[in-house]
């Protein structure tokens, strides 16, 4: 099974799991950009979520996609041609239960990684964290295909 690390400037990682099953074209477009440094952000406007800006050549399309995330779900977020204002793209990661929104109300997106339970208190510290003290440099790379 895949796995992804994201490591942090200000101190400590995580792993997640890549489900490249359920969403293989995600991952496919995930992993050709891999590895890369960029800004982790809190995304206060989706709840208990911090998330990283893409800028993928190749988008992928809708797949296993989720409106409501869980503690430890990883994402993958874009405008959908369909929807497609801003240009916005992420990864994205739940430190707690949310419905996923964007600026115009609730958006599904595609679900592509799970962090194990083992590390939920990290991901808390680090959305926390991004929060009070703002954006931080993640580094997200593969570490097991």
């Known amino acids: 099974m895949p796995k992804l690390k994201f490591s ?11 489900m490249a099953d359920k969403a293989p074209k995600t991952w496919e477009a995930i992993r050709a950009h891999l590895p890369v440094t960029v800004k982790a952000y809190n995304a206060r406007w989706t709840g208990r979520e911090t998330h990283t800006k893409l800028d993928l050549p190749n988008k992928p399309p809708r797949e296993n996609q989720i409106l409501n995330a869980a503690l430890g779900d990883i994402i993958y977020a874009c405008e959908w041609s369909d929807r497609d204002v801003t240009g916005f793209e992420a990864i994205g990661w739940f430190y707690g239960t949310e419905t996923v929104r964007d600026w115009r109300g609730e958006s599904r997106v595609n679900l592509f990684a799970r962090v194990d339970q083992s590390e939920w208190a990290f991901l808390e510290e680090v959305g926390l964290r991004t929060w009070r003290e703002g954006g931080e440099d993640c580094t997200i790379s593969i570490v097991a295909e």
């Open 8 to 18: 942090f400037a200000r101190g400590g990682q995580f792993t997640a799991n890549v």
